[in-house]
């Protein structure tokens, strides 16, 4: 019987947030984790909306927010299931701030 290495809590906090949210349908919980995964510029004109079915929908204050998110998708994405687990996110959709 093999035993995995215990992991801390703060590894294991990104993780929980993800399935809570994917659950919930509401992602509002992963804000730290996507604070961290793109940086505090980006993030204070974006947050998690919503993750459904592998998709995280992210709220933008414009489109132009969304056009350049878009463009930076790979790399968002590799960086945020750095974090979550390899696959938890699999696409980035963008909705505008209402």
Not at 41 to 56: M, N
Not at 68 to 83: F, G, I, K, M, V
Request: hydrophobic residues 45%.
């Amino acid at each position: 019987m093999s035993r995995r290495a215990p992991q801390s809590a703060a590894s294991l906090l990104p993780r929980l947030l993800a399935r809570l949210a994917e659950s919930s349908g509401k992602a509002g919980g992963l804000t730290p984790v996507w604070a961290a995964a793109v940086g505090e510029h980006i993030a204070k004109h974006t947050a998690p909306y919503t993750l459904e079915g592998g998709t995280l929908v992210i709220t933008v204050r414009s489109a132009e927010w969304a056009r350049t998110l878009e463009r930076e998708q790979a790399s968002l994405l590799a960086r945020l299931n750095a974090q979550l687990g390899e696959g938890v996110v699999r696409a980035l959709g963008f909705r505008l701030q209402p």
